[in-house]
């Protein structure tokens, strides 16, 4: 929870100094391969991006997804999905994410239908 109050003061704070900036959008929806549906938006100015997507399968399993980006030196990123399947079982995670120069740093976790929760963090040095 600390880390996303940090990213969202650090997002609010980008968003005050770049207020005049243009902001880009873009919004579109297509078919998938097996007869599902896919939606998905992304609004940004530059430095932050947000995008959301939907998928609905053809047999009636939904998957939502949004995210949130901050570029600079070191990019920024955090995202969270859920999804629920045709028989009701649903999955749910958050992953958050640093790229530098010189390394990345991402930490996710994944909860189960039954409630049973994984947590994974990973460093990579480039």
Same mark, same amino acid.
């Given at each position: 929870? =600390?880390? %996303?109050?940090?990213?969202?003061?650090?997002?609010?704070?980008? $968003?005050?100094? *770049?207020?005049?900036? @243009?902001?880009?959008?873009?919004?579109?929806?297509?078919? /998938? #391969?097996?007869?599902?549906?896919? /939606?998905?938006?992304?609004?940004?100015?530059?430095?932050?991006? +947000?995008?959301?997507?939907?998928?609905?399968? @053809?047999?009636?399993? #939904?998957?939502?997804? /949004? &995210?949130?980006?901050?570029?600079? #030196?070191?990019?920024?990123? =955090? =995202?969270?999905? %859920? &999804?629920?399947?045709?028989?009701?079982?649903?999955?749910?995670?958050?992953?958050? +994410?640093?790229?530098?120069?010189? !390394? $990345?740093?991402?930490?996710? %976790?994944?909860?189960? @239908?039954?409630?049973? *929760? &994984?947590?994974?963090?990973?460093?990579?040095? !480039?």
């Amino acid at each position: 929870m =600390r880390f %996303s109050a940090k990213f969202m003061l650090v997002v609010l704070g980008m $968003l005050a100094t *770049t207020g005049t900036a @243009p902001v880009d959008a873009a919004e579109w929806s297509r078919s /998938t #391969i097996h007869g599902g549906q896919m /939606t998905r938006s992304v609004h940004g100015n530059g430095v932050v991006y +947000s995008s959301e997507t939907t998928r609905v399968g @053809p047999n009636g399993g #939904i998957y939502t997804s /949004t &995210a949130a980006c901050l570029n600079g #030196i070191v990019a920024r990123c =955090r =995202r969270s999905y %859920s &999804a629920v399947g045709p028989n009701g079982q649903s999955f749910s995670g958050h992953r958050a +994410s640093a790229r530098g120069p010189y !390394r $990345l740093r991402s930490v996710r %976790s994944v909860t189960g @239908p039954r409630g049973n *929760t &994984a947590v994974g963090v990973h460093r990579r040095w !480039r």
